[in-house]
C-alpha cells in the first residue's frame, strides 16, 4: 500500500506533539517540586528573575522552564511585558491542591512509574508481574495527590448519598472497612464526615499504611479511624455496614477471592462500594483522552500488580462495568447496579 503524504504528515505532527507531551511531564514535575506555579499563582505577572528570587532557585534555568511551560500552555506570557503568569485555569489545576481541578498528582505519579520501564519490558518478555512496592515511592505519593481533589469533590457530596440507605448508617454510626486504602484519603474523608462511625483503612503495604496513620494523626481523627496492614482477601472483622474499595479491585490479582472475602465480613443487610476508574465495556469505546490515561496507567502499573499476585486475573483500569459485574456476582453477591459516576470514575453498589 502507498503512503498517503498527508496522512504521514498527521501523524508525525501527533508524535511530536507526544514528545512535547513527555518532556513537559518531566518539568511539571520540576515546577510542582520547586514551588514554581505556587509563587507565580500568588505573585501575579513575574520576570524570570523575579520568579527565581521567590523561590530560591537560578534565573537561567527558571527562564528556560518558564519558555517551555508557555509553548506547552501550561504558563501564560504577555509579550508586551515580557511577564509570565499563570491565568486563573491555569492555577486552579497547578497552584490549588484543594481545587477539584488539580492535576499535578497525575504527573508526579505517572513520572515515577516510568521509571520502572526496564523492569516492565521484561516483564513483557516474561510474562511476571511488577508489584505495586516495587515502584519509585514518588508514585504513592502521586496516587494519592491524583486521586484526593475528586474523592474530596464527590466522595460525601454524591457518592455516599447515592448509595442506598448507607449514609443514614454512616451519620448514625456505622462499622467501615476501607480495603486497599493506600495513603488512606478516602478513609479519613469518610471519618471527618461520619464522625460517630468507625473506620479501618487496609492495605497491603506497610509503607502507605505508616503514612496513613500520620496522616490521620495530622487530621485528628485518630480516635475513631484506624489502619491496619492486610490483604484485600485476609483483612479482618465482621459484620460491617459498609466495605470500600477506592479505585484498587482492578488492581488485585484475585479479585473475585477479595469479592468473597467482602461478601463473607459484610453484614445481613451491609453494603460494598466499588469505586472503579470510568470506562465503557467496548475497547472502541474507551478509545478517547481519558481511556488513553487509563489504559497508558494500567499497562505501566495496574495489570503487572495483578500479575505479580495470586491467580493473576489482570482486569486492568478499564475492565468496564460489565466484566467488574461477572466479578463481584462470582464472589456471592445478588444485587449490584451503578450508582453514579463521574468523568473519571464509576461508582458501583453491591448488596449481599
Not at 16 to 30: C, H, K, M, Q
Not at 311 to 339: K, T
Request: proline letters at 5%; glycine letters at 10%; aromatic letters at 8%.
Amino acid at each position: 500500500m502507498g503512503i498517503d503524504q498527508a496522512r504521514l504528515d498527521e501523524f508525525v505532527g501527533k508524535a511530536v506533539g507526544d514528545l512535547g507531551s513527555a518532556l513537559t511531564a518531566a518539568l511539571v514535575v520540576v515546577g510542582d517540586k520547586l514551588g514554581l506555579y505556587k509563587a507565580l499563582a500568588q505573585a501575579g505577572p513575574l520576570t524570570p528573575a523575579e520568579l527565581a528570587a521567590r523561590t530560591r532557585t537560578t534565573e537561567r534555568y527558571v527562564r528556560e522552564w518558564l519558555n517551555a511551560q508557555a509553548a506547552a500552555g501550561y504558563v501564560t506570557y504577555d509579550a508586551g511585558r515580557a511577564l509570565y503568569f499563570l491565568s486563573p485555569e491555569q492555577a486552579s489545576a497547578l497552584a490549588d491542591e484543594n481545587s477539584p481541578a488539580f492535576v499535578l498528582g497525575g504527573f508526579q505519579a505517572m513520572t515515577a512509574a516510568m521509571k520502572a520501564e526496564p523492569k516492565l519490558t521484561e516483564a513483557f518478555r516474561t510474562g511476571k508481574g511488577l508489584g505495586w512496592h516495587e515502584h519509585d515511592t514518588n508514585l504513592f505519593e502521586g496516587t494519592e495527590r491524583f486521586f484526593r481533589p475528586g474523592y474530596r469533590a464527590n466522595l460525601v457530596n454524591s457518592w455516599i448519598p447515592a448509595l442506598d440507605g448507607v449514609e443514614t448508617k454512616l451519620k448514625a454510626g456505622a462499622k467501615v472497612a476501607d480495603v486497599g486504602c493506600g495513603l488512606g484519603t478516602s478513609t479519613i474523608l469518610l471519618g471527618q464526615a461520619y464522625p460517630n462511625s468507625t473506620i479501618v483503612g487496609f492495605d497491603y503495604h506497610a509503607l502507605s499504611i505508616e503514612r496513613a496513620r500520620e496522616k490521620a494523626a495530622a487530621a485528628g481523627v485518630s480516635d475513631h479511624v484506624q489502619f491496619e496492614v492486610a490483604p484485600a482477601k485476609e483483612y479482618p472483622g465482621r459484620d460491617y455496614d459498609l466495605v470500600a474499595c477506592f479505585d484498587c479491585l482492578h488492581d488485585m490479582g484475585d479479585p473475585i477471592g477479595a469479592a468473597a472475602h467482602v461478601r463473607s465480613t459484610l453484614s445481613t443487610d451491609g453494603t460494598w462500594m466499588i469505586v472503579e476508574p470510568f470506562a465503557n465495556d467496548r475497547v472502541e469505546d474507551n478509545l478517547n483522552p481519558v481511556g488513553r490515561v487509563f489504559y497508558s496507567a494500567s499497562t505501566l502499573i495496574c495489570t503487572p500488580a495483578s500479575l505479580a499476585q495470586e491467580v493473576g486475573l489482570g482486569l486492568g483500569a478499564q475492565a468496564g462495568e460489565s466484566r467488574l459485574r461477572e466479578v463481584v456476582m462470582a464472589g456471592g453477591f445478588s444485587r449490584f447496579r451503578r450508582a453514579t459516576q463521574t468523568p473519571f470514575n464509576l461508582i458501583l453498589e453491591a448488596r449481599p
